[in-house]
């Protein structure tokens, strides 16, 4: 049986709604898919607008890093799955990742464990492990 989590991208523009629900089958934990989103997060730069010739890792909104994220994610068959962005939603999950252009809450059964910028969330699930 598989540790389940739901990662939830939310819009900067219409009022912090979410816009992706992502759903991870197994390793759902901090530790597990906790630092796998917090490496994708790391560096990236939210910008508005492609700067002309960058290199830098970045995503023009919120849209951009959600579309970046299931593309990162979903490799093969299986796994991973995007569900409505509807919350409060009970998808036997242990986990729910929050995303902000910001911040990420780590939500367990209900109650939340974490809530921090991208760079205190990478460093708590590195703590995790």
């Not at 939210?46 to 890093?65: Q, S, W």
């Not at 919350?87 to 729910?96: H, I, K, R, V």
Request: charged residues 20%; negative net charge; proline residues 4%.
């Amino acid at each position: 049986m598989g540790t389940r989590s739901l990662t939830y991208v939310y819009d900067d523009y219409a009022d912090n709604t979410p816009i992706i629900c992502m759903y991870r089958q197994y390793d759902g934990y901090p530790s597990g898919h906790g630092a796998d989103l917090a490496e994708f997060l790391h560096d990236g730069k939210l910008v508005n607008g492609i700067p002309f010739g960058t290199t830098e890792k970045m995503f023009n909104g919120m849209g951009c890093l959600a579309a970046q994220m299931v593309a990162h994610f979903k490799t093969e068959v299986g796994g991973f799955y995007l569900y409505p962005p509807v919350l409060n939603q009970d998808s036997g999950q242990d986990y729910e990742y929050h995303v902000t252009k910001d911040n990420v809450k780590i939500i367990c059964y209900g109650d939340t464990e974490f809530d921090g910028t991208w760079e205190e969330f990478a460093e708590y699930c590195e703590a995790a492990e």
